[in-house]
């Protein structure tokens, strides 16, 4: 009995001392976990992302002490609902959805530019596509078409309605329908549609597909709103009245993620990355035709533009002050 | 010959001849689209997809949201259907509010809900539960009401208090009319649980099918439909084999 109580003993003893050597071994580890910030970041799983994701595996948000957690969601409109329901610190959105929930009276700033466009390819993410020998070349030609877009009252529904007013026809004399992105070939080349707006991936997808049926009739985007922001990473006024640093080390994390996504543009290592966390098979990433633009700064200019259109079509009673939702992290 | 075509095997063999329909037709060319993949690439995607721990999962997460929600919601409304149709009070008060809920269709109440319950399970399960009771509650109140008076009369006769007829008389009596509420609300449990995640998810089966849906990989996402429809045979099936093992003394369940 006294052996087995000794042999106990030291058992015990000996478990103590390895316990301690491993809370003391994980101690820095934990000190430095719970002196990370958590951020949870609602996210798109689309080309416009790849910043965030270099900024994830290159280790950027780590350097500036942030426990990222990112969550996909299918689009800006769920993302910016969990936003509001304080589901997510960051979410990310079309700047069209952003200007639409400020104007219902949510507090979304602008903390991030995610992607924009140039004034024309390669940095642009979306074409209109027609059949060839349709007879589409211009707005004027959509007299009495039918034209399909992704989602109404959203960014590409704008351009198309721009590119339409200003190239001779009347936008409003068009049948606009909703059709999602994968299937918009399928309803073009079945002559369902006339006229899709369709976004990267598929647009390279169907003219690979259809090289000898269809044909870009306008870039959407830069040709009717250059140089503008397309999407954000977004948070409430409510957040950065707390959390302002917080913003601001993820606001520095991103950049740096930027300037080293444009510097390895062709680079496998980021053309893998892309792949991995959008799901596209790598052969695809690396047949695009355009490439969203991405850049550190949203400018209030460009967001005035957007929004004066979004007014022209209904979309917004009254211009918003672009000068209060942008927040300084997001400034040029 | 006789024996391969007989009885259940001739809808097995319905089903081979749809698919070789399928894998001809986008072998051919008849139906050409990225979006059309041949039969072949689809079970060779789903077998990658299994294989590399990627769908099963989701599957797993779906099934779960889906079983809870539909739990919740068949409690509910066998409970209310009980509740209505042994006081007529209860039901005029009931009534009005359940038939101005029931036909709101899922996909409109998901933005209000992720305002009040996020992405997440409470959300979607939320919304399973939502669907699931409507079936329930209904076939649950038709049953009650419509057990023999006889029965209502013989539990007073022996002076039973109105929970005891409640759980004695009324719910064993109506659980014909439960059982096939119940199978109604599974089916579309099922369905609103895979659509919740199509609309606002982040994991499941349905934000799997969005997601190769937008990757252009379409055998993939032909291969969650193939997986999602087995899943849905199988759980129904299991639903069946209850079903008869409860009732075995109704009549009704002879005859399938």
């Known amino acids: 009995m006294r ?29 430095a976990q719970s002196n990370m910030a958590k951020l949870r970041v609602g996210y798109v799983p689309v080309i416009d992302t790849t910043a965030f994701f270099v900024a994830q595996s290159q280790g950027f948000f780590k350097e500036e002490r942030l426990d990222v957690e990112a969550t996909p969601v299918l689009g800006g409109g769920p993302a910016l609902s969990a936003l509001a329901a304080a589901q997510f610190e960051l979410a990310m959105a079309t700047v069209t959805s952003v200007l639409l929930g400020a104007a219902q009276g949510f507090d979304f700033r602008i903390v991030t530019a995610v992607a924009a466009v140039g004034s024309g390819p390669p940095d642009e993410i979306a074409a209109l596509l027609v059949r060839k020998g349709g007879g589409i070349k211009r707005g004027s030609d959509c007299q009495g078409k039918r034209c399909a877009v992704q989602l109404l009252n959203n960014l590409p529904w704008l351009c198309l309605r721009l590119w339409i007013d200003s190239t001779g026809g009347s936008s409003s004399k068009v049948s606009i329908v909703e059709v999602p992105f994968p299937q918009m070939s399928d309803a073009l080349l079945g002559n369902r549609v006339d006229l899709v707006a369709i976004n990267e ?45 917080v913003v601001h080390a993820f606001s520095r994390a991103y950049k740096k993620a930027v300037d080293w996504t444009v510097e390895n543009k062709g680079n496998p290592v980021l053309e893998e990355l892309i792949s991995k966390f959008t799901r596209l098979p790598a052969d695809q990433v690396r047949s695009l035709m355009v490439w969203p633009k991405f850049v550190k700064s949203v400018d209030p200019v460009s967001l005035d533009t957007m929004a004066r259109a979004m007014q022209r079509y209904g979309l917004l009673k009254s211009l918003p002050d672009s000068a209060l939702l942008i927040y300084d992290s997001a400034r040029i | 010959m006789g024996w391969l075509l007989s009885g259940r095997r001739l809808g097995l063999w319905f089903v081979v001849l749809l698919l070789a329909a399928w894998e001809l037709s986008a072998r051919t060319g008849l139906v050409s689209s990225p979006n059309w993949p041949p039969v072949s690439a689809v079970f060779a995607a789903l077998g990658r997809e299994i294989g590399d721990g990627t769908l ?89 009401i419509s057990i023999e008076p006889t029965y209502r009369a013989v539990a007073a006769t022996f002076g039973i208090p109105w929970l005891g007829t409640l759980c004695r008389v009324l719910f064993p009596a109506a659980l014909p009319y439960v059982f096939a509420g119940l199978r109604i609300s599974l089916g579309l449990s099922f369905v609103v649980a895979v659509a919740g995640e199509m609309i606002a998810g982040s994991s499941g089966v349905g934000y799997y099918l969005v997601s190769m849906q937008y990757a252009g990989r379409a055998a993939d996402m032909c291969g969650a439909l193939l997986l999602l429809g087995l899943c849905g045979y199988a759980v129904n099936w299991s639903f069946l084999c209850i079903d008869h093992r409860v009732l075995h003394w109704h009549a009704r369940s002879f005859s399938e």
């Open chain 1, 3 to 31: 052996t087995l109580t000794r042999r106990l003993m030291s058992r015990f003893i000996a478990g103590g001392v390895a316990s301690s050597c491993l809370t003391g071994l994980a101690a820095p580890f934990v000190w």
């Open chain 1, 201 to 245: 991936p598929f647009l390279s997808a169907a003219i690979r597909n259809a090289p000898d049926k269809v044909e870009i009739a306008a870039w959407s985007i830069s040709q009717t709103l250059p140089n503008t922001i397309v999407a954000s990473f977004n948070a409430t006024q409510e957040y950065l009245d707390k959390h302002g640093e």
């Open chain 2, 56 to 144: 099963l999962p989701a599957m797993l997460g779906t099934l779960y949201r889906m079983a809870v929600g539909f739990s919740v919601g068949s409690i509910a409304g066998i409970l209310l259907g009980l509740l209505m149709g042994a006081n007529q009070w209860v039901r005029w008060m009931l009534e009005p509010t359940l038939e101005f809920l029931r036909p709101l269709p899922v996909p409109a109440l998901v933005p209000p809900l992720i305002l009040f319950l996020g992405l997440d399970d409470p959300m979607k399960i939320s919304i399973v539960a939502f669907t699931a009771m409507f079936p329930v509650l209904i076939n649950t109140l038709e049953g009650a």
